[in-house]
């Protein structure tokens, strides 16, 4: 059976088991709490250098990263597919830009707010949670325009609206509306949530310590 080594409020981690219930896959779930450091144990090092979760095993296969993991999920298990069909290569190329723009100013800008949102209000740095609020609003704004007259990013939908999914749960409690005024990511985000692997994702917390 598919082992997923995984902290249970890691986006990166979210990614993966997003697909894995997209794909109707058991798996094991092994809990790694890098709260207390156990992703820097010599065991899971040697599962992943970089010492980071997600890790999934398939049998022989050991593969890191929530990228990573995703397109060997789909390669192995295509059905239903989370990546454009191959020979749309265009479509694929977009599915991989916005999954990697999710995972670079999205994912971690969401997860230094939710750091700064956990202090108390006096203790906040008011400029970076100014900044950081700003900065999520661009990526909103700009998902807003890219989403005109389009179900999910890259067409169908696939790890570009995976990417996102993760931060954009938290986001309410974080007293960010993302789709107020942006009527393309209110329906998408609606839409998402219609989803059984969306609807069951464990995890969603705004509490620090949850990485990134
Ligand atoms: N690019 C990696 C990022 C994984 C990552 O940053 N995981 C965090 C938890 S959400 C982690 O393991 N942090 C521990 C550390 O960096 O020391 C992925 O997509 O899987």
Redesign the pocket.
Same mark, same amino acid.
């Given at each position: 059976m598919i082992k997923l080594y995984d902290?249970l409020?890691?986006?990166? %981690?979210q990614?993966?088991r997003i697909v894995l219930a997209e794909k109707s896959l058991e798996f094991e779930l092994i809990p790694?709490d890098?709260t207390q450091g156990e992703?820097?144990k010599p065991e899971f090092v040697r599962l992943n250098p970089?010492?980071?979760?997600?890790v999934l095993v398939d049998e022989d296969t050991t593969v890191?990263?929530?990228?990573?993991?995703d397109e060997y999920l789909d390669d192995e298990y295509p059905e239903p597919p989370v990546l454009p069909a191959v020979g749309s290569s265009a479509l694929r190329a977009r599915a991989r830009l916005f999954e990697d723009f999710a995972?670079n100013s999205f994912t971690p800008q969401v %997860?230094q707010l939710m750091v700064e949102m956990h202090k108390a209000e006096a203790e906040r740095d008011a400029n970076r949670v100014a900044r950081l609020r700003q900065s999520v609003d661009r990526v909103l704004d700009y998902l807003n325009h890219e989403l005109q007259g389009q179900q999910y990013l890259a067409t169908e939908f696939s790890v570009a609206d995976i990417g996102f999914a993760p931060r954009l749960l938290v986001l309410r409690a974080l007293e960010i509306d993302p789709g107020i005024n942006r009527s393309n990511v209110d329906a998408w985000l609606k839409r998402m949530l219609e989803r059984p692997s969306i609807q069951s994702l464990e995890g969603i917390t705004i509490e620090p310590g949850?990485?990134?």
């Open positions: 902290f409020p890691c986006p990166f %981690g990614k993966v790694v890098i992703h820097r970089y010492a980071r979760v997600p890191y990263d929530s990228t990573i993991i995972d %997860g949850a990485g990134v």
